[in-house]
């Protein structure tokens, strides 16, 4: 284990710390899960990611309770955020394609939010991680600008990967303004997140 994957755990230690709690009753009262609303439409560049990846856009998962997290699953997690946040490069659509909103794999070692974003899923879901609990997210950032993370549904809440940082934090921490993110149930839907997560603790996804 390196320096800076050591590092990076550190920051994650008040997630770390509750796995000593019986029940997990105060990690999910801190944490929380999104209040997740009807189904709404998909980012145009998922849309066209489905597209050009059909396949990907039609798992409906068989299991879609939520992460059951342990030590080795949040190790796990903070590894692969770690360590794709520092494989690759950031750049812009326009720079590598030449044109706006293409999610893609990163392919040249080069990506945006998004590409980080898929490339995080697909190697948790190859990890074991079901679909339903790895859904990529719209946030809008403080500054005003749209931003796109992974959400990381547990039975201690939702945590979020972002390519902006290397620690792994509950979605209550990142001081983003959540928008809307992947279905749990069908892979190519996506759901709405409301205003109401500022207060509301639940999910209906």
Not at 22 to 50: D, K, N, W
Request: proline share 3%.
């Amino acid at each position: 284990m390196g320096l800076e994957y050591r590092a990076a755990a550190a920051r994650i230690g008040s997630l770390i710390a509750f796995l000593a709690l019986a029940g997990g009753q105060a990690v999910s009262a801190e944490l929380g899960s999104m209040h997740a609303g009807r189904q709404t439409s998909q980012p145009i560049g998922h849309y066209e990611f489905c597209k050009a990846n059909p396949a990907e856009c039609a798992v409906r998962p068989r299991d879609r309770g939520r992460l059951r997290l342990n030590q080795a699953i949040l190790d796990r997690i903070s590894s692969v955020n770690l360590e794709i946040n520092r494989a690759i490069r950031p750049l812009n659509d326009i720079d590598i394609y030449g044109r706006d909103e293409v999610w893609a794999y990163p392919v040249i070692g080069a990506g945006d939010c998004e590409d980080y974003a898929l490339l995080k899923r697909r190697e948790l879901n190859r990890a074991g991680i079901s679909l339903s609990n790895l859904l990529i997210t719209v946030v809008r950032k403080p500054d005003g600008e749209g931003h796109a993370v992974l959400t990381v549904r547990t039975d201690r809440g939702d945590l979020i990967l972002d390519n902006l940082r290397d620690d792994v934090r509950g979605w209550r921490d990142t001081g983003y303004r959540f928008l809307k993110r992947q279905a749990s149930y069908h892979t190519g839907r996506w759901v709405s997140l409301h205003d109401e997560n500022e207060t509301l603790v639940g999910s209906v996804d």
